[in-house]
């Protein structure tokens, strides 16, 4: 009799959901018998067992990773089921119902948000089909008027858990439909998303990437994001920023708790640098910067070198690919045989050649602390590079006999 009365609850769970009413071994059996097309409006807030999340995850996808969400199948199926309306959301034809409706099912749920494409209206005025299939930037400039996206101003500060926001702002798979304008961040998509990211005020991590933003878009955004109480983690690689750009991120390393800035493949030059390099000397609390890919030069490196002799918070610099020669590698030796906080170094790339290898050798004569230098194709001498390669790994074979020694002493 009870199995049937379990059978005939889970039957009826949609017009009638009394889960919470019965026993816990009860529970689980209505949950195992339950159906995973039931409306989210029925379930989100009453089913809490994991096992149900789980068949509604491994049904819908077929690699479902649940540790990178925090272990929990009930996570991974809201943060993802809403990351997918977003990525297909198309603005004046997707009914904004549609994530509206959502937000009080998910909202205690989501906690990351990793969305890789925002699609833009459908055009109301197509082009007439010619012979000329011009891929130009002139679409772009055309396509500013209506190629606005979703206003995640609508959404995020109804997210009270979210911590990650991850975006890029173009469309995958576009094939021959390809066109500029379907990867334009524009000045109204710039706007909402500052307001947004400013009321988000668990941030903890915020990628944008990928999304030509340039110096107009982020000085609007480092504005915005100035004085945010909880925002560590900041990527914008692959973008356009140049130096006014960088200069906005100079004051917001100087004014913000941000521990990892992320400007690898951008546009900054020496002028760029040199601000971002007061920030860092003016910082606490950045600990890692990446510079990879831009164009900063010995103006730029030694600008950054002479931060770091004041700076005791950076543990990571990556300043490959960014034409570097025997100046900065004159400055970087000092700061190695003065700072003492420094981690790793990535000079990748670059032309240090045998003058620069052999200051920054000198540099680490008494260097205890450095665990990483990555000097590959930066013409450096063989026989230098193999004298700093064994500085180096004895540094971090001291740091993990250290670390041995540490947990032997707790264990006991």
Same mark, same amino acid.
């Given at each position: 009799?009870?199995?049937?009365?379990?059978?005939?609850?889970?039957?009826?769970?949609?017009?009638?959901?009394?889960? !919470?009413?019965?026993?816990?071994? &009860?529970?689980?059996?209505?949950?195992?018998?339950?159906?995973?097309?039931?409306?989210?409006?029925?379930?989100?807030?009453?089913?809490?067992?994991? &096992?149900?999340?789980?068949?509604?995850?491994?049904?819908?996808?077929?690699?479902?990773?649940?540790?990178?969400?925090?272990?929990?199948?009930? $996570?991974?199926?809201?943060?993802?089921?809403?990351?997918?309306?977003?990525?297909?959301?198309?603005?004046?034809?997707?009914?904004?119902?549609?994530?509206? &409706?959502?937000?009080?099912?998910?909202? @205690?749920?989501?906690?990351?948000?990793?969305?890789?494409?925002?699609?833009?209206?459908?055009?109301?005025?197509?082009?007439?089909?010619?012979? &000329?299939?011009?891929?130009?930037?002139?679409?772009?400039?055309?396509?500013?008027?209506?190629?606005?996206?979703?206003? #995640?101003?609508?959404?995020?500060?109804?997210?009270?858990?979210?911590?990650?926001?991850?975006?890029?702002? @173009?469309?995958?798979?576009?094939?021959?439909?390809?066109?500029?304008?379907?990867?334009?961040?524009?000045?109204?998509?710039?706007?909402?998303?500052?307001?947004?990211? =400013?009321?988000?005020?668990?941030? =903890?991590?915020?990628? #944008?990437? $990928?999304? =030509?933003?340039?110096?107009?878009?982020?000085?609007?955004?480092?504005? !915005?994001?100035?004085?945010?109480?909880?925002?560590?983690?900041?990527?914008?690689?692959?973008?356009?920023?140049?130096?006014?750009?960088?200069?906005?991120?100079?004051?917001?390393?100087?004014?913000? $708790?941000?521990?990892?800035?992320?400007?690898?493949?951008?546009?900054?030059?020496?002028?760029?640098?040199?601000? #971002?390099?007061?920030?860092?000397?003016?910082?606490?609390?950045?600990?890692?910067?990446?510079?990879?890919?831009?164009?900063?030069?010995?103006?730029? @490196?030694?600008?950054?070198?002479?931060?770091?002799?004041? !700076?005791?918070?950076?543990?990571?610099?990556?300043?490959?690919?960014?034409?570097?020669?025997?100046?900065?590698?004159?400055?970087?030796?000092?700061?190695?045989?003065?700072? %003492?906080?420094? $981690?790793?170094?990535?000079?990748?790339? !670059?032309?240090?050649?045998?003058?620069? @290898?052999?200051?920054?050798?000198?540099?680490?004569?008494?260097?205890?602390?450095? %665990?990483?230098?990555?000097?590959?194709?930066?013409?450096?001498?063989?026989?230098?590079?193999?004298?700093?390669?064994?500085?180096?790994?004895?540094?971090?074979?001291?740091?993990?006999?250290?670390?041995?020694?540490?947990?032997?002493?707790?264990?006991?």
């Amino acid at each position: 009799l009870t199995e049937l009365c379990l059978q005939h609850i889970a039957h009826n769970f949609q017009m009638s959901p009394i889960l !919470n009413s019965l026993l816990p071994e &009860d529970q689980k059996k209505v949950v195992n018998r339950l159906s995973t097309s039931l409306p989210l409006t029925v379930t989100a807030n009453i089913v809490s067992h994991e &096992d149900y999340w789980k068949r509604c995850c491994m049904e819908r996808w077929q690699v479902c990773d649940v540790s990178n969400y925090g272990d929990s199948w009930k $996570r991974m199926f809201f943060e993802r089921h809403l990351e997918n309306i977003l990525k297909f959301f198309i603005p004046n034809t997707t009914d904004p119902k549609e994530v509206l &409706d959502l937000i009080p099912l998910c909202q @205690g749920y989501v906690r990351k948000l990793e969305i890789n494409q925002f699609l833009p209206p459908l055009r109301v005025d197509q082009k007439e089909e010619s012979n &000329d299939l011009s891929d130009t930037e002139d679409d772009a400039e055309l396509g500013e008027v209506y190629m606005h996206h979703y206003n #995640l101003k609508d959404l995020i500060p109804d997210l009270p858990h979210l911590e990650e926001l991850h975006l890029t702002y @173009g469309v995958k798979s576009c094939g021959m439909n390809f066109e500029w304008s379907l990867f334009n961040f524009t000045d109204l998509d710039c706007s909402n998303l500052a307001v947004a990211v =400013k009321m988000c005020r668990n941030l =903890k991590v915020f990628k #944008l990437t $990928r999304s =030509k933003v340039d110096d107009d878009k982020i000085k609007l955004l480092a504005r !915005n994001l100035q004085y945010h109480p909880c925002l560590l983690e900041l990527d914008l690689s692959h973008n356009l920023i140049g130096d006014h750009g960088a200069q906005a991120l100079g004051k917001l390393i100087s004014h913000s $708790r941000l521990e990892t800035l992320d400007l690898c493949n951008n546009q900054i030059c020496h002028l760029g640098a040199q601000a #971002l390099a007061q920030g860092l000397a003016e910082s606490s609390t950045l600990t890692s910067l990446n510079l990879r890919l831009n164009f900063v030069e010995d103006r730029g @490196g030694e600008a950054i070198g002479r931060a770091l002799l004041t !700076n005791s918070s950076l543990k990571s610099l990556h300043l490959g690919s960014n034409n570097l020669s025997e100046p900065t590698a004159a400055v970087f030796s000092q700061v190695l045989a003065q700072n %003492t906080t420094l $981690r790793s170094i990535n000079f990748s790339c !670059n032309h240090l050649r045998l003058d620069g @290898g052999k200051k920054l050798l000198e540099g680490l004569a008494n260097n205890k602390t450095l %665990t990483e230098l990555d000097l590959r194709h930066a013409e450096v001498e063989q026989e230098t590079d193999f004298l700093i390669h064994e500085i180096v790994w004895a540094n971090r074979e001291a740091v993990r006999r250290g670390s041995l020694q540490h947990l032997t002493t707790d264990s006991l």
